[in-house]
């Protein structure tokens, strides 16, 4: 009896929009594309797709040939939209469209780097655990009120994935294959990419508060770490000595000593990043960001983010027109 493989291939889709990073989409795609060679036959069927054109370029320039979008009973089981660069790149209905029309088909539906916030567009996350790599996060939770991602390297959630992008696909994938070809299996993939150390789902993104404000001392780095989470609502110098276990003038020396800084300038500066991504990436008015980071005024967040930048805040929006919806 002759057995039809063809039966056992797991049809995966890549939706790319312009711009997506070929470090993500290379490290989702090559693990697969290993898994066949260690199995000597096909057991993932890969396929790219777009909305417009026979080839999407990446962020760096380089174009990926790709198909139509698939449409409807294509047999895929999983299909991932990659997204790179900002959110008003990605307003393109048909790929939310896409998406919807896939999920109620039953497809697995994948977000990866900014991929997620597309899944968001389409109404794809409502009460889901989900991750984004965290530079799109802010931009993700105020245009999504109700959403709140997670700060993992990937999510599995159901028959909904997220990633976040960069080489986090690498880890996703092997979990992915583990799910279906077992960890024995899913590790000869790993090893042969030099991929050693498999990081777990919940692994952060980024590196510690240590190692990126290069302190060790625990008052000060959870001081660091409040000011990270009260952007909107600083809080005052007390409230943060307070929390650090130390007095306000002790709190002092301990940012000139080992930050070279102060507590304001800190935590101004803190603000003033945040409120620069926004800029970049959220359709939010130029006053309302000034709110949402702290400021007591348009006027105040304006003379401070040129003050930081040499720039005015309206050189973040980068010359693109935001809209409201996506």
Not at 5 to 19: H, M, S, Y
Not at 89 to 105: F, G, H, K, S
Not at 250 to 278: N, P
Request: hydrophobic content about 40%; glycine content about 10%.
């Amino acid at each position: 009896m002759v057995t039809d493989d063809r039966k056992n291939v797991q049809k995966i889709g890549f939706i790319l929009i312009p711009g997506f990073a070929l470090m993500s989409y290379a490290s989702a795609v090559e693990p697969l594309r290993a898994a066949n060679l260690l199995a000597g036959k096909d057991i993932y069927a890969l396929s790219s797709h777009a909305a417009e054109g026979d080839e999407v370029e990446t962020s760096s320039g380089i174009p990926v040939p790709s198909s139509p979008l698939p449409g409807r009973s294509t047999g895929l089981h999983t299909v991932f939209v990659c997204a790179g660069g900002t959110p008003v790149d990605w307003n393109v209905p048909t790929v939310l469209a896409c998406l919807r029309q896939l999920a109620r088909e039953g497809v697995r539906i994948g977000g990866i780097s900014g991929g997620p916030y597309l899944m968001a567009a389409a109404g794809l996350l409502e009460d889901r655990d989900f991750t984004i790599h965290w530079e799109h996060a802010p931009a993700l939770m105020e245009a999504f009120p109700g959403l709140a991602p997670r700060q993992a390297r990937y999510v599995l959630d159901g028959n909904r994935i997220t990633c976040g992008g960069g080489v986090a696909p690498l880890d996703m994938m092997h979990a992915l294959i583990s799910e279906r070809m077992g960890s024995d299996f899913a590790r000869r993939v790993s090893d042969w990419y030099l991929h050693t150390h498999v990081e777990s789902s919940g692994a952060p993104q980024r590196a510690s508060l240590a190692e990126r404000y290069g302190v060790n001392h625990p008052g000060l780095l959870t001081v660091l770490e409040t000011m990270e989470a009260t952007i909107e609502a600083p809080l005052d110098r007390q409230a943060m000595a307070a929390l650090a276990g130390v007095s306000p003038r002790h709190l002092d020396r301990l940012f000139a000593g080992l930050m070279q800084s102060s507590f304001l300038l800190e935590y101004r500066k803190i603000r003033l990043d945040h409120a620069r991504r926004l800029l970049q990436q959220s359709p939010l008015s130029i006053s309302e960001i000034a709110f949402a980071t702290g400021f007591s005024s348009a006027g105040h967040f304006s003379r401070s983010y040129r003050a930081a930048f040499g720039e005015p805040p309206r050189s973040g929006r980068q010359g693109k027109a935001f809209s409201q919806r996506v």
